[in-house]
């Protein structure tokens, strides 16, 4: 045992100081489900139980866990350069792991910005967008659009545009927002891949122009495929139309791809996937796999130059983190994507796509199922809620997995897979396999 092994295997005595993000916390401290390791397709409890990751972990670790060339890429420049500041200063590696960034994202994209978290990119791209607009003399759009149902983390900028009442009712808003309809359709269910009918939804965002005014408005902001609400893939058609309607009226389209980059869709963005190109993509999750946090927003030639040339000598954008660009983060992102490169990793997950659709879908004949939905290596699986007690059933075939030696995500009554991009053929219907061993179980 290596002392690194012999610390994992102690357990905290109090978990009351830590107060968990998005966590039942009365109910996880009660009974709480741990993770000390990780390796490959697996994470270990403490006590040396192997657990399949059907999630890789938050829709992250891409390239599956502690793989070796991340690990090393980030002890040696942890010895080299532990931070330096980006405001007026910056070190190489950094503009280096940018154009490399550049170079996997869709033509055009020639710039990035870099945050800490999904969240901060959202942020970070709805104030770019509010910059490039007043840079291009239409300083009275200042409305966003977001949609029901759409996740773009939990900074303010993020809950007023996204579309998840909980995460919202508690907290005071940005004014000036205004909600397209989700795109989930029951009578679509079942549906593989992108549903048939659906794009006329995307109208709505003309209906928002007519009511408002364009030149109110400055971006729409949508996940091309919807991540945190349930797995909801767009419409055929949807995000074409939406991209023709931002086109008619002056409106910057912004992807928040921090789900869908990186090989999630088989491709390295959903973008490039759905063939359908927006002004400003978010990223994050699998840009470092996870290893440092770490996210960015892939900006326009035409919008960076804009704002940058634009402006007067001096700061162009007063925006920024002291963590921007954090040398251990680049080192993580170029190991990463080099890594990617290497093993094919976005083909690998588009050659899957098949085998895993198939295997999702043959859970529809599981108990209790109501829908599944897939595209990529994701799948969304929808259960009847228990009478009176919406979330229970799910909870209960969540924790059978984990007793099972499989890690799932339940959010709502939906499952939520979305395996590291490594997963065998035969983990597949591993995981399936202990998914629908719950459903059958659970009452
Ligand atoms: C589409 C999308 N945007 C933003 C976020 C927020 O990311 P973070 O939790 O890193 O702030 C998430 C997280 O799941 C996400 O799925």
């Known amino acids: 045992m290596t002392p690194l092994d012999e610390a994992a295997t102690i357990l905290p005595n109090d978990l009351s100081a830590f107060w968990m993000p998005f966590t039942d916390n009365r109910a996880f401290k009660a009974k709480p489900r741990l993770l000390a390791r990780a390796k490959d397709m697996h994470y270990f409890t403490p006590e040396g139980r192997a657990l399949l990751d059907g ?38 590696k950094a503009f280096e792991f940018a154009r490399q960034l550049t170079g996997l994202l869709p033509e055009g994209f020639d710039h990035v910005f870099f945050g800490n978290s999904g969240s901060e990119a959202v942020d970070s791209a709805l104030k770019i967008a509010l910059a490039y607009q007043r840079a291009i003399g239409q300083g009275t759009r200042t409305r966003l659009i977001g949609r029901e149902k759409g996740y773009h983390g939990v900074g303010f900028g993020g809950i007023s545009v996204g579309g998840l009442p909980n995460n919202r009712r508690a907290f005071a808003l940005l004014p000036g927002v205004d909600h397209m309809r989700h795109t989930l359709d029951p009578a679509q269910a079942f549906s593989r891949g992108l549903p048939p009918r659906g794009a006329e939804l995307a109208d709505d965002l003309q209906r928002m122009v007519d009511l408002h ?10 996940e091309p ?4 609400a349930g797995v909801i893939p767009p419409p055929k058609g949807y995000l074409e139309r939406l991209r023709q309607i931002c086109d008619r009226h002056g409106i910057l389209l912004i992807f928040d791809e921090v789900i869908t980059a990186f090989g999630r869709l088989g491709a390295a ?15 994050a999750k699998g ?21 940058v040339d634009g402006s007067p000598a001096g700061i162009e954008l007063f925006h920024g983190y002291t963590y921007s660009a954090h040398p251990l983060a680049v080192a993580a992102g ?52 228990r009478e009176g007690a919406p979330g229970k059933r799910a909870a209960e075939v969540m924790q059978m997995c984990f007793d099972a030696g ?38």
């Not at 599956?64 to 007026?88: C, M, N, W």
């Not at 996937?273 to 978010?282: F, N």
């Not at 890594?339 to 295997?359: D, S």
Request: hydrophobic letters at 50%.
């Open 334 to 385: 170029r190991a990463t994507l080099d890594l990617y490169a290497a093993e094919g990793i976005f083909q690998r997950a588009a050659a899957l796509e098949p085998h895993w659709e198939a295997a999702v879908h043959s859970l529809g004949q599981a108990r209790h199922v109501t829908d599944v939905r897939n595209l990529g290596i994701v799948a969304g699986i929808d259960i009847a809620p």
């Open 55 to 92: 999630t890789a972990g938050l829709w992250c670790v891409n390239a599956g866990h502690t793989r070796a060339p991340i690990v090393e890429a980030i002890r040696k420049e942890a010895g080299e350069l532990d931070y330096a500041p980006s405001f007026q200063l910056a070190h190489p």
């Open 269 to 283: 963005t959903a973008a490039e996937r759905l063939g359908v190109m927006p002004d400003l993509i978010t990223m």
């Open 225 to 228: 495929m919807a991540g945190s």
């Open 287 to 307: 840009l470092t796999n996870a290893a440092v946090p770490m996210s960015a927003v892939g900006v326009k030639s035409e919008i960076y130059d804009a704002v």
């Open 406 to 443: 499989a890690l799932i995500r339940v959010t709502g009554d939906t499952i939520a897979l979305s395996p590291p991009l490594i997963i065998s053929e035969a983990q597949i219907d591993e995981l399936i396999g202990r998914v629908g061993e719950a459903l059958q179980r659970v009452d």
């Open 213 to 222: 005014g364009a030149d109110t408005i400055a971006a729409v902001i949508v």
